[in-house]
Structures are given as C-alpha cells and as structure tokens.
C-alpha cells in the first residue's frame, strides 16, 4: 500500500484520538503498524519498494523525511486528505493498533523500535542509516508478542 497513504490516515487517526504526532513519532507507528500488519494478516502493509533505514532515533522512512519535512519535533498538521485505505476485515484492528502507539510515549516507541538484537540494532550497528533489511524485521515481528491480536476468550 502506498506509505504517505498509511502515513496520512496515521496522522489524521492519532489527531481524532487527541494524540497528535511528530515525524519521529510517526515513523515509529510506521514501522510498527507494518510489524503488526505482517503479522496478522500475512503481508506487509507498506509499499515494499522502499526500505526501512536505520536512523539515529530509529527507523526511517525517506518519503516521510521529504513529506514532512518542516514539522521536525512539531505535531504534524491533520485533516490531511485521505480515503479509507483499509478492508473492512483489517480496520479495526489497524485502527485500535494505530490508537494503542499512538497513547506510548515516543522514548517508550523508542525502545520498542530500537531493541537490543532487534532489526534496527543490528544494521544501525553495522552500518549507521543502513538499509533495515527486511528478513530482519519480519523475523522480528514473528517472534514478538507484541504484535499478536489478542482474541476474548
């Protein structure tokens, strides 16, 4: 799916909560929503052709660095144009994803994002604003709890 897409519906959906975000904090929920998404539903949700980087405070995006470049540490602006770009099997469950980063604290996003051992840490210690490879991240998402639906019982 096409990732200013994503990131839009991200940025107006964090605004509806009263939960505005920055660049760096988008980011985070970009690469975690693709983690969650390739975890549940299979595929990856963002457009593959282009790669996560290993950046200083975490993974990056380069199409967002140049989307939204003069926000930095301010909020990003909502009501930005969007359609709705999820199934109707998928959106609840990406929005209540996109609403429960969205409530983290950006250093606790930090920290999920950056772990030890992780896909960010492995390349950004071999190559500072590397290529993420994505083998990496999708092992990563698989073994993590964190991106499991959890189902009533």
Known sequence: MDTLKVARRIVNRCAAI????????????????????????????????????????????????????????????????????F??????????????????????LVKITCKKNGAWAKTFKKEKFGVIKTEWIEEEAKVSKFFRIRTKK
């Open 18 to 85: 009263n939960e505005p975000v920055n660049i760096v904090k988008l980011q985070q929920i970009l690469y975690l929503i693709d983690m969650f998404y390739f975890v549940n539903f299979g595929k990856h949700l963002l457009d593959t052709t282009e790669k996560f980087k290993a950046w200083q405070n975490g993974p990056a995006l380069t199409s967002i660095i140049l989307e939204y470049p003069i926000y930095g540490v301010q909020q990003i602006k909502a009501d930005q144009e969007t359609e709705e770009i």
């Open 87 to 108: 199934s109707k099997d998928e959106k609840y469950q990406v929005l209540d994803f996109i609403d429960k980063m969205a409530k983290i604290p950006l250093y606790e």
